[in-house]
């Protein structure tokens, strides 16, 4: 039997949630028959109804918490032996879940398995001055905390369910920098990390401002100070040092 499949879905005033829900049941229906969806309303101004059962959640936060809140109570409700989360405007397609669930199951068997803009086989479009922006906050981030990844902020990543659940309570960051904290986490933990190709149409208006990418560097910057002063997110994992795993070009 497939390992169990939970999908978080973290929303904020998504436009067609509900059509792109239904998108992703069908999506993660092919991969297993095992699995559930946890959407997480984040104080949206308006939400339309979605009815639950056994394969589909729904968490509504009263007010706008931010991306990082949004995941952590994904997390805590998540029941999967594999957890997955996924930006809710599919502007990363979900039909990458499926590849993404086959090489975190088969033998190469990473911890967690994140989107990258920089694997040589992703297809991304976006504006230049967020390549640009974000080759800067990358470099940084190798500096800072020695992570041997290309991109930590793609929308969509998968995790082994016991890795997450380890990881869950040292996390602090409520909005955009939780990407960067969990896998800051994981490598002080000494879990695998394996970068994966990415598809991204960024034909859309961008949560990401000038406020956020302000608020992006000051999460940042508390991150390593937790890291390098607290020692917070140290703790040896239970299968030991592993290495990090990067596909080069041939």
């Not at 800051?184 to 394996?194: D, K, P, T």
Request: glycine share 4%.
């Amino acid at each position: 039997m497939n390992p169990k499949l939970s999908v978080i879905v973290p929303s904020y005033n998504t436009p067609n949630i509900l059509e792109n829900i239904f998108i992703l049941i069908k999506e993660v229906s092919a991969i297993t028959n095992d699995y559930e969806i946890i959407l997480v309303d984040d104080g949206s101004n308006e939400f339309p109804y979605i009815a639950q059962n056994d394969y589909v959640k729904v968490i509504t936060h009263k007010t706008n918490k931010g991306k990082g809140e949004s995941l952590m109570s994904g997390f805590k409700e998540a029941s999967g032996d594999i957890i997955a989360f996924i930006d809710a405007d599919l502007q990363i397609p979900s039909k990458l879940l499926n590849p993404y669930y086959e090489i975190i199951t088969g033998p190469r068997n990473p911890s967690i398995l994140i989107g990258s803009k920089r694997h040589y086989n992703s297809k991304v479009d976006y504006p230049f001055s967020r390549r640009i922006m974000s080759w800067a906050y990358q470099t940084m981030n190798r500096f800072l905390f020695g992570l041997k990844i290309q991109d930590s902020q793609v929308g969509i990543k998968m995790f082994r369910g016991e890795v997450i659940k380890d990881i869950l309570p040292c996390l602090s960051v409520k909005r955009f920098a939780i990407d960067l904290e969990i896998l800051v986490a994981a490598n002080e933990r000494g879990y695998s990390i394996l970068e994966a190709p990415a598809q991204i149409n960024e034909s859309f208006n961008s949560t990401i401002n000038t406020m956020a990418v302000a608020r992006i560097i000051q999460d940042t910057f508390c991150i390593w100070l937790r890291k390098k002063f607290k020692h917070k997110y140290k703790k040896e994992s239970p299968y030991g040092r592993q290495p990090f795993y990067y596909i080069k070009r041939r």
